[in-house]
């Protein structure tokens, strides 16, 4: 990762970013309420660990990235964007789970080369996965040396938001940004009169 950047170098990043996502050219507000700090946690985290940032938004996941590009965290070069219906061509069907756990290797044979050393950025996938599944995938983006990840979900039933937030819900490297959407609802047993 780049190491903190002078105002001209972050000025031309920014360029480069209005330039390569145009219409989704967007930026948190001077007085939003995010709490940014949280993003600066999961950033330095991301220093040593593999990160993953579930937006509440499309947009929000553009947002980010600019904030990390305009805090002068990153470059462009260090941030590369898959399209949440490539995703869902490899594991987003109705197939046997074994069958999507090829097909997610086969995606990772293709896309491995572009992700290692790199912020993955999904803007918006729309389909169900189990929890084995949506962890498979998410481990194999550190095993093929990825920074972090920064996608949103929706959809009907389990979607990858939903499913990896009950999964990882005390995962320190996982955010749910700015506000917790899924929590997993703990169970507690009632009180056993025999002991």
Do not use: C
Not at 102 to 112: G, P, T, V
């Amino acid at each position: 990762m780049a190491m903190k950047q002078s105002e001209y170098q972050i000025k031309k990043e920014l360029q480069k970013w209005s330039e390569r996502v145009l219409q989704f050219d967007v930026e948190f507000k001077p007085d939003t309420e995010a709490n940014l700090t949280r993003l600066d946690e999961g950033f330095d985290a991301s220093l040593e660990h593999f990160v993953i940032i579930s937006a509440n938004s499309e947009a929000l996941v553009y947002k980010i990235a600019k904030y990390f590009i305009s805090t002068g965290k990153i470059k462009n070069d260090s941030i590369v964007f898959i399209d949440g219906k490539i995703v869902e061509s490899y594991i987003g069907d109705d197939s046997a789970a074994w069958r999507k756990k090829e097909r997610a290797d086969d995606f990772f044979e293709i896309f491995s080369g572009d992700i290692k050393g790199k912020w993955v950025l999904i803007p918006y996938m729309n389909f169900e996965i189990d929890a084995g599944l949506a962890i498979y995938f998410t481990t194999q983006f550190i095993k093929f040396g990825a920074f972090g990840l920064i996608f949103y979900s929706e959809g009907k039933g389990e979607h990858f938001a939903q499913v990896l937030s009950l999964s990882k819900d005390d995962d320190k490297y996982y955010f749910q940004f700015p506000k917790a959407k899924y929590r997993k609802q703990r169970r507690s047993l009632p009180d056993d009169p025999y002991w």
